[in-house]
């Protein structure tokens, strides 16, 4: 199969993740036979310092053009702490979401049984937590009217949504529920707001499409202590943009390692694929980044073009290496392993067919770059 895919590395670890995933794929197309275009384009602070805009029209049209979208981080610490910036970084990715109608964000959440003692939650409660949030990402409060008034003491942001908006990511969640256990949540706040209330009627009108899957409600500031109380409880929660945005960064950190999780946005043309974590400036160019999230980004992006045995490749040489204890130092502080490291050995355990070999030499060999 021949893809194009559009690589952001984007700012601070960006770069260093996005190089260990193009290994991967180089590695994934060398054993299946696949194509792989790489098609560069540069958005967020590195963009705005290039061309004073956080993506150009020119690199938006490529992102629509190619198969999909493959994005490392973006974000710098210089516009964070100054809310007063005309342009920020994160303006392109809101942009090149709002232009290639990626409304369903789907964020997994999992655990390592490797990696539990690294999570702020007891272990018990954390054994094999698996659910999935279907977030709507080109809505709500992030792209309605804004406004400042002249004196600037008084600002509005407006969150509406129509019944189109909510029906077509409760399909996309319904769907994930049907093959996964069943039971869907949705997360709103639904004794306060009138977009809730919306959200509601709609999703329950909706589920009487879907009779085997269990559909519950939870407003969210109950779903923020559920998360944490009983994990293990959610199978697919579905929310609105501002919420999901809030709780899948706090189900991220039960996991042990938010270095591990990788997500992806989905409309009905395109695909974007990305870590959940941010660009992690202080590490820029240090090599210690984990570059599984991005990789595992990889796989659900090979999963959007139906390559599913690919897909499952590398989820097990990631698997594979996390039990030999290959690891970045975001899990292991005595013995990390250096990013691009990580990314040469999961790239040749899915090149080398048979791991014990190949690896085993190249383990020894990079030893030396080991920090
Ligand atoms: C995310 C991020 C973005 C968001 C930022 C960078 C605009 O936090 O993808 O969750 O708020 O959607
Ligand atoms: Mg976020």
Redesign the pocket.
Known sequence: MKKQIAIIKGDGIGPEVINQSIKVLNAIGARFDHQFKFVPVDMGACAIDKYGVPITDNDLEICAQSDAVLLGA??DPKYDNNPSAKVR??QG??KL?KDLGLYC?IRPIVTYDSIVDNSPLKNHLLNKIDFVIY?E?IGGI?FGEKTLNKEQTEASDLCSYSVEQIEQITHKAFKAAEIRRGKLTLVDKANVLETSRLWRKEVTRIAKQYPKVELDFLFVDNAAMQIIQQPKSFDVILTE??F??IL??LASVITGSIGMLP?SSIGNTNGLF?P?H?SYPQAKGLDIANPNATILAVAMMLEYFEMFTEAGVIRKAVAWAMDQNIVSRDISTQSPTSCSVIGDLIANHIESFDSSTINKKNMEESKGVLI
């Open positions: 973006i974000g970084p994160e990715l809101l979401r964000n977030r990402l992030y943009n501002m999901g945005d899948s960064d997500s990305e959940i941010g």
